[in-house]
């Protein structure tokens, strides 16, 4: 799993190439396997091409030329400008197919992280810098691309190639074939030991990426507190020093993955050396012609440049393993919260909702979050969930939305247990807004209608007429095509909350969850948005938490929270007259608000 750490910290690496996860890279290579089928009938035909060429050299030296037979010279000449037309025509065929197949299984794996991520847990995204989530579905799936664009499928021509060029090696002259791999134990023994210091190069590479996009990705989500406080020299000295390491990395890498074509290059010009050496002093029984030692030396090119080209595939798969670590091991988060088998859709609901003893832990034999909460709500009544921060408010609603499942007990909505319905049917029935309402960037129609994809324009007014946005929407430069950015930047909170609320109303769910939903909305919105929801809430079931009294007067039952249970429920009214935590809680903010208004008064 992702550790949970920030910027500052490495993520943990594996000590060796896991083998399952380059094996895996071939369950995205089946889809085109008839694709890859016709890739390798080229390939067959160009090793063919790469094996004749050379043989025709011999002849032409050892036959055509020697006896002046110009007819046998023009055909052996015609057939190589031929077959060299043909090897490139089939080149480009098998450039461009092998390139367009890559990037299909790059659009599958991206799609597939992509999905898996929509359906992980919040605190899988709340444990973890989410610039380091952003680089594995990014860049370190863009950095794959050499590799399965060309290099997977090239690297079954080359051990084609290589193959058939040794066979026909030995067929011409076997001790001279002997000869050529002398030095290849020396070349697997070079590739291994670069190997070990390759990949840690690059896992530790790949660590400070992963660091450095994190650092970036926090930094402009706080840039407005930076410049608050002035504290852009500091911001840049971090992001120098983190940067710095990347390039540190980078260069160790890379002087390491360069030892690799040099070494096989050598040991390549070496080994032709060697079979010149051979072939003209006759050694070991070797006894050739002028055109067969020009040929070997034809079939020992064709043999080493294979083997370069594997040697390389493997130096692109060290490279990639550090990467494709990171990527299914993503993958390979499991979501805390699925369909159970068996699961059927929740029917549509009247609204009844029971907490059956329920308790609550996030972690098994941790801390307990809430403890024998139980309560029973009937269809339509509006609920007011209130006390101190970290009582347990905000996971009651969770619950019942289903981001986290009950360690014992159960949360029943019309007599079914959440867990035993779909969580597509169950959240199409609820509406949630949240204190951190997002906006996407886009236009507010567009942002309003996510409540409801096939919501017609006058379906989405009148959700905004009901809480009272639609007066500041008009207001706006284009109305509802206004542009907005991402997390609606260009809109006060106080606007970008009432058209998060009207997403949520335009879904018309029948259970709907406020969670502080109006901290942000000065009073005079304040008392329009109450306006608009008295009749909004009617027929729904509703949760609403808020630490400001004002908004839940009206509720028809009160609970307030405490270390994890309910230790009052009732009316406004009816709490108040008790003088309990909840009239406690009402008069210490009132009095802060006649101490508010005498200190404005005095002022004035």
């Given at each position: ?8 910290e ?6 060796q190439?896991?083998?399952r996860?380059?094996?895996?890279v071939?369950?995205y ?7 890859v ?13 790469l094996v004749t ?6 002849i ?5 030329i020697?006896?002046?037979?110009l ?10 400008a031929?077959l ?6 089939c080149?480009r065929?098998r450039?461009?197919?092998i390139?367009?197949?890559g990037?299909?299984?790059l ?9 898996h ?15 380091k989530i952003?680089?594995r579905?990014?860049n370190?799936v863009?950095?794959l ?15 084609f ?12 002259d076997w001790?001279?074939a002997?000869f ?20 840690r190069?690059?896992?530790k ?7 450095l996009?994190?650092?970036i ?5 706080g840039?407005?507190t930076t410049q608050?406080?002035?504290q ?5 000295a971090?992001?120098q020093?983190?940067q710095?390491?990347?390039r540190?990395?980078?260069m160790?890498?890379?002087h390491?993955?360069?030892l ?7 040991i390549s ?13 006759g ?7 002028t055109?067969?030692?020009i040929?070997f ?10 083997v370069?080209?594997i ?6 798969l ?5 990467y494709l ?10 979501p805390?919260i699925?369909d ?13 909702v ?10 098994e034999?941790?801390?307990?979050i809430?403890n ?9 009544r509006?609920i ?21 499942d009950v ?7 019309d ?5 035993d319905?779909?969580l ?8 949630v807004m ?6 996407f960037?886009g236009?507010?129609r567009?942002?309003?209608r996510?409540?409801?994809?096939d ?5 989405i007014e ?8 639609h ?7 284009d109305?509802?095509?206004?542009a ?7 809109l006060?909170?106080g ?20 969670d ?7 009073t ?5 948005l109450?306006?608009g929801l ?12 808020a ?5 839940i007067?009206n509720?028809?039952?009160i609970?307030?929270i405490?270390?994890g249970q ?18 406690r809680?009402?008069?210490s ?5 006649r101490s ?8 004035g």
């Amino acid at each position: 799993m992702a550790q949970r750490n920030t910027f500052r910290e490495d993520e943990e690496l594996e000590e060796q190439i896991n083998l399952r996860d380059i094996a895996r890279v071939g369950r995205y290579l089946k889809p085109y396997l008839p694709r890859v089928v016709r890739i390798l009938v080229v390939v067959i035909a160009m090793s063919g091409i790469l094996v004749t060429v050379p043989y025709l050299t011999k002849i032409m030296i050892d036959s055509a030329i020697p006896n002046k037979d110009l007819g046998l010279l023009g055909a052996l000449a015609a057939g190589l400008a031929a077959l060299i037309v043909v090897y490139e025509l089939c080149l480009r065929y098998r450039t461009v197919a092998i390139t367009r197949v890559g990037q299909l299984m790059l659009k599958d794996m991206r799609r597939d992280i992509f999905t898996h991520i929509q359906t992980l847990p919040f605190s899988y995204f709340d444990s973890r810098p989410h610039g380091k989530i952003l680089i594995r579905v990014v860049n370190y799936v863009n950095t794959l691309s050499d590799t399965l664009s060309s290099g997977l499928i090239n690297v079954i021509s080359d051990v084609f190639t290589f193959v058939i060029t040794l066979v026909v090696m030995f067929a011409i002259d076997w001790r001279l074939a002997l000869f050529s791999l002398v030095l290849f134990p020396v070349l697997i023994v070079w590739v291994r030991v670069l190997q070990y210091f390759q990949r840690r190069a690059y896992q530790k590479l790949s660590n400070k990426q992963s660091n450095l996009n994190a650092y970036i990705h926090e930094s402009i989500a706080g840039v407005k507190t930076t410049q608050t406080f002035a504290q852009e020299r500091a911001q840049f000295a971090t992001f120098q020093q983190q940067q710095g390491e990347v390039r540190s990395a980078w260069m160790r890498a890379v002087h390491i993955q360069f030892l690799m074509w040099p070494g096989v290059q050598t040991i390549s010009v070496a080994t032709i050396s060697l079979i010149y050496f051979v072939g003209v002093m006759g050694l070991g029984g070797v006894d050739v012609t002028t055109g067969v030692l020009i040929a070997f030396v034809g079939y020992a090119n064709n043999f080493w440049n294979p083997v370069i080209n594997i040697g390389n595939f493997y130096n692109q798969l060290i490279t990639c393993s550090a990467y494709l670590e990171r990527i299914f091991e993503t993958l390979d988060v499991k979501p805390e919260i699925t369909d159970r088998p068996g699961a059927r859709d929740l029917p549509a609901i009247q609204g009844r909702v029971d907490f059956n003893d329920v308790v609550f832990r996030y972690e098994e034999g941790g801390r307990t979050i809430l403890n024998l909460v139980d309560f029973h709500v009937a269809p339509g009544r509006t609920i007011a969930l209130v006390g101190p921060t970290g009582a347990g408010k905000t996971t009651i609603v969770n619950l019942l939305s289903r981001f986290y499942d009950v360690s014992e007990g159960s949360v029943t909505i019309d007599g079914h247990d959440v867990r035993d319905v779909t969580l597509a049917s169950l959240r199409r029935q609820m509406g949630v807004m949240l204190q951190d309402t997002f906006i996407f960037s886009g236009n507010v129609r567009e942002n309003i209608r996510y409540g409801r994809l096939d919501a017609t324009d006058e379906d989405i007014e009148a959700a905004a007429k009901a809480v009272h946005a639609h007066e500041f929407i008009m207001e706006l430069p284009d109305g509802y095509d206004t542009a907005v950015e991402e997390r609606g930047s260009t809109l006060s909170a106080g606007q970008r909350q009432l058209i998060a609320f009207a997403r949520v109303l335009l879904a018309d769910p029948r259970i709907l969850i406020l969670d502080e939903a109006t901290s942000n909305i000065d009073t005079r919105t304040e008392e329009a948005l109450q306006a608009g929801l008295n009749h909004l809430l009617k027929g729904r079931t509703s949760f609403i938490i808020a630490h400001r009294l004002s908004t839940i007067e009206n509720a028809d039952e009160i609970f307030y929270i405490d270390h994890g249970q309910i230790v009052e429920h009732g009316s406004h009214a009816e709490l108040l007259a008790e003088h309990g935590a909840y009239w406690r809680l009402y008069e210490s903010q009132y009095a802060m608000i006649r101490s508010s208004v005498g200190a404005d008064r005095a002022a004035g």
